[in-house]
C-alpha cells in the first residue's frame, strides 16, 4: 500500500451523509491514512509502516476496536513519544483544525502556500489525484437513466495562478467521470499566470494525458490578465462541442455530474444550468455537503443561496430540476445559443457582476435558468483571493454597469446598496452602447417583469426618500451609527462611511439604521423613541411593530427627525463625560441631513 506522512493522522471519526458511515478511524499510534471504499461491507486496511486502521462502516466497529485492545494487552507495543512541534502559525486560518502533526519547516511551507493560493496547496499536492470523493446526490438521482445518445460537451477550466495538483486533479476528474463518448475536449484557460508550475509541468501533464487521449486537453493563454469574463469568453469561442460548460479549476466533478445537464439541455436549449456545489474547506481539503438551493443575489449584486420557489419543495422530489433566478458563476449551456443570448458582457473587469448580468439577461430575453440536483460539483472554497485582496472595487464597477444596461426605474437600488450618490458616483462604468443594443435587438422584457415573475422575493426598495451616514449640523464630523452589536442602542460617533453608518429613511416614516436588507424576508433595525428615557432604540422593525414601539419619524433635508408618536426629536449634546451623545428629547431644533437624497417628502 502506499504510505502516507504522518500529518495525515486525524484522531477522529468522520460521519458522512444521510447513513452517517463512519469513513475513517484513525487512533493516537496512527502513521499514515487510508481512504477506504464506501461500502457497506466492514474493511480494514492495514499499513505496512504503522497502525492506521480505515473503516468503511460502522458494523461492529466497537467489537473490532475492542479486540484491538484487548490484543494489545496480549502483545504489548513499546510506543514513541511524540515530540511535541511548536505551533509558528497560531492564528492562522490554516491550521485552526489542520497541521498538528507538521514539522515547523513543514508549518512554514505549507503557510507559504497557503497566502498564496489561499487553501491547502501543501496538502493537495500530497493526495492522490484520483482521490475518492462521497455521492452527495439526493438518492433519487442514482435509480435516474439517462439516454444513450447525448450532446456532447466541451469543458473550459479557467484560472490564475492555481495550485498546479488542483488543477490536475480537476482535470483527472473530468476524464474519469466523464463518459468519453460525450467528452468532446478539456479547455484551459490561463489568464496570465505567474506561476511556473503552470508552464513546463502542466505542458508535462497534459502531454501524459494525450497518450491516453489525442488532443482531449486544449490550452489557451493570455497575454496580460483580463479577469473572469474575458477568460470564459476565450474559452467558448474555441470550444467545439455541442454544449460547454464553464468551470473554475479548483473543483472535482462528482460521478455522473455531466450527464444529467446534457439530458436537460437536449431537451430545452435554452435553458442555462448550474450544477449544485459542495465545499470543499480549504484548510483540510474534506468535502461538506450543500443541498439543493437556488442562486441568487442581493441589490449589491453580491452572490447568495436562496430558496426554490414553493412548487418545488410541493413535489416532493429533490432530484427535480428548480428555477433559479441567477447563477454562481459556474454555468453549462448550449454552445450556440449561448452565443445567440450574447454570451457575456465583455466589458466586465477582473471579477464580480458578470454571472449577474448573464441571468437577467437570460430570464428577459428568452432563456431559462436552472439549478441541477442530480449533478454536482465540489468546489474548494478560498480563505482569500490573493489575485484581488479587496473584491468591492471591481464589484461595485460592474454592478453599475449591469443597472445602466438591465435594472431600468431599478437600476438606482445598486447605489443604495453600495451607499454611492445616484448622480456623479465618479466611477467608469464602460461604453454600455453595444449592450443597449443587444437589449433591444433581442426584445427582452422589462426588469419589471423579472421582479414580478422570476425573484418577487427581492425587495424593489421604491418607497425609499434618502440614505447614507445622517449627519447633524451641530457637528459636521459625527454621524449616527447603529452601535455595539449585539445591542439596541444607536450612538453618535466619528463619520466613517461603512455600513454600521448607513441610514435609510422611508416614506412611511421607518428610519433603518446599519444597512437595509434586500429582500421581503428580511428584517431591518428600526429607530424608536422608547418613551421612557433619553436614549433612542434600535429593533428589529418587525419586533418594535409587535411591541407598539414609537418608530415613525418626520423628516425633511435640512431640518429635525421628530417622532410621530412622543413628539420628542432625535438630537445630539454633550453628555456627562464630555463626549457627544445622541438622545430624545424635546425639539431644540437641531437640523439633520442624509448623505443621498432621492427625493424630498
Known amino acids: 500500500m502506499e504510505k502516507f506522512s504522518p500529518f495525515f493522522c486525524r484522531r477522529t471519526c468522520w460521519s458522512l451523509n444521510q447513513k452517517d458511515t463512519i469513513r475513517q478511524i484513525c487512533e493516537e499510534s496512527v502513521l499514515c491514512l487510508f481512504y477506504a471504499a464506501f461500502t457497506h461491507e466492514c474493511t480494514t486496511a492495514k499499513a505496512n509502516t504503522g497502525d492506521c486502521y480505515i473503516y468503511s462502516s460502522g458494523i461492529n466497529l466497537m467489537n473490532k476496536l475492542e479486540k484491538r485492545e484487548q490484543d494489545a494487552e496480549v502483545k504489548p507495543e513499546v510506543k514513541k513519544e511524540r515530540k511535541v512541534v511548536r505551533k509558528l502559525y497560531p492564528n492562522s486560518a490554516l491550521f485552526s483544525k489542520w497541521g498538528d502533526e507538521l514539522s515547523e519547516e513543514?508549518?512554514?511551507?505549507?503557510?507559504?502556500?497557503f497566502q498564496r493560493y489561499g487553501y491547502n496547496a501543501f496538502l493537495s499536492d500530497r493526495l492522490p489525484l484520483n482521490r475518492e470523493i462521497p455521492d452527495t446526490r439526493p438518492p433519487r438521482c442514482a435509480e435516474k437513466k439517462y439516454p444513450e445518445v447525448l450532446p456532447t460537451v466541451s469543458v473550459v477550466l479557467i484560472y490564475l495562478d492555481e495550485a498546479l495538483s488542483v488543477i490536475k486533479r480537476a482535470i483527472r476528474s473530468i476524464i474519469d467521470k466523464t463518459p468519453q463518448r460525450l467528452l468532446q475536449e478539456i479547455i484551459l484557460v490561463d489568464d496570465h499566470s505567474s506561476n511556473e508550475d503552470l508552464m513546463e509541468k502542466l505542458d508535462e501533464y497534459v502531454n501524459s494525458i494525450h497518450e491516453e487521449r489525442t488532443d482531449l486537453v486544449k490550452r489557451?493563454?493570455?497575454?496580460?490578465?483580463?479577469?473572469?469574463?474575458?477568460?470564459?469568453?476565450?474559452?467558448?469561442?474555441?470550444?467545439?462541442?455541442?454544449?460547454?460548460?464553464?468551470?473554475?479549476?479548483?473543483i472535482e466533478v462528482h460521478v455522473q455530474w455531466a450527464e444529467p445537464l446534457l439530458a436537460r439541455i437536449k431537451e430545452d436549449r435554452t435553458v442555462i444550468l448550474t450544477p449544485v456545489f459542495d465545499k470543499v474547506s480549504f484548510d483540510d481539503l474534506t468535502l461538506n455537503p450543500y443541498i439543493p438551493a437556488a442562486d441568487a443575489f442581493d441589490w449589491a449584486l453580491w452572490c447568495m443561496y436562496e430558496s426554490f420557489r414553493p412548487e418545488w419543495y410541493a413535489r416532493k422530489d429533490d432530484s427535480q430540476p428548480g428555477?433559479?433566478?441567477?447563477?454562481?458563476?459556474?454555468?453549462?449551456?448550449?454552445?450556440?445559443?449561448?452565443g445567440e443570448i450574447g454570451s457575456l458582457d465583455g466589458g466586465m473587469k477582473i471579477y464580480g457582476g458578470e454571472n449577474v448580468e448573464l441571468s437577467i439577461r437570460v430570464w428577459l430575453c428568452g432563456g431559462s435558468i436552472e439549478v441541477i440536483p442530480c449533478s454536482k460539483i465540489a468546489h474548494i472554497e478560498r480563505a482569500s483571493k490573493p489575485y484581488l485582496p479587496d473584491l468591492s472595487v471591481m464589484m461595485k464597477r460592474n454592478?453599475?454597469?449591469?443597472?445602466?444596461?438591465?435594472?431600468?426605474?431599478?437600476?438606482?437600488?445598486?447605489?443604495?446598496?453600495?451607499?454611492?450618490?445616484?448622480?456623479?458616483?465618479?466611477?467608469?462604468?464602460?461604453?454600455v452602447s453595444e449592450r443597449k443594443k443587444l437589449r433591444e435587438r433581442l426584445k427582452c422584457k422589462p426588469f419589471q417583469w423579472y421582479l414580478d415573475n422570476v425573484y418577487p422575493m427581492l425587495d424593489p426598495l421604491d418607497n425609499l426618500l434618502g440614505y447614507g451616514a445622517l449627519i447633524n449640523d451641530l457637528n459636521l464630523d459625527l454621524c449616527v451609527d447603529q452601535g455595539p452589536v449585539p445591542g439596541n442602542t444607536p450612538i453618535i460617533y466619528s463619520c466613517h462611511f461603512y455600513q454600521p453608518q448607513h441610514c435609510f429613511y422611508r416614506t412611511d416614516g421607518q428610519l433603518y439604521i446599519g444597512g437595509i436588507k434586500s429582500h421581503k424576508y428580511n428584517n431591518n433595525r428600526c429607530l424608536v423613541d422608547l418613551a421612557t428615557g433619553v436614549y433612542p432604540g434600535l429593533y428589529d422593525c418587525k419586533t418594535a411593530q409587535q411591541k407598539k414601539f414609537a418608530m415613525l419619524w418626520d423628516f425633511k433635508q435640512g431640518g429635525p427627525i421628530q417622532n410621530r408618536e412622543t413628539k420628542r426629536c432625535l438630537e445630539i449634546g454633550i453628555g456627562e463625560d464630555g463626549y457627544y451623545k445622541l438622545f430624545v428629547q424635546k425639539c431644540s431644533g437641531q437640523k439633520w441631513k442624509i448623505q443621498n437624497l432621492i427625493k424630498n417628502n
Open 106 to 113: 513543514e508549518q512554514k511551507e505549507a503557510e507559504g502556500l
Open 220 to 250: 489557451v493563454r493570455h497575454s496580460q490578465q483580463l479577469g473572469l469574463t474575458q477568460a470564459r469568453l476565450s474559452g467558448w469561442k474555441m470550444a467545439v462541442g455541442d454544449v460547454v460548460a464553464i468551470l473554475d479549476a479548483h
Open 323 to 338: 428555477k433559479s433566478p441567477s447563477i454562481m458563476g459556474i454555468l453549462v449551456a448550449d454552445r450556440k445559443f449561448f
Open 399 to 431: 454592478a453599475l454597469r449591469v443597472a445602466e444596461v438591465w435594472l431600468d426605474e431599478y437600476k438606482h437600488n445598486v447605489n443604495v446598496a453600495w451607499n454611492l450618490p445616484i448622480e456623479n458616483h465618479g466611477i467608469d462604468i464602460g461604453d
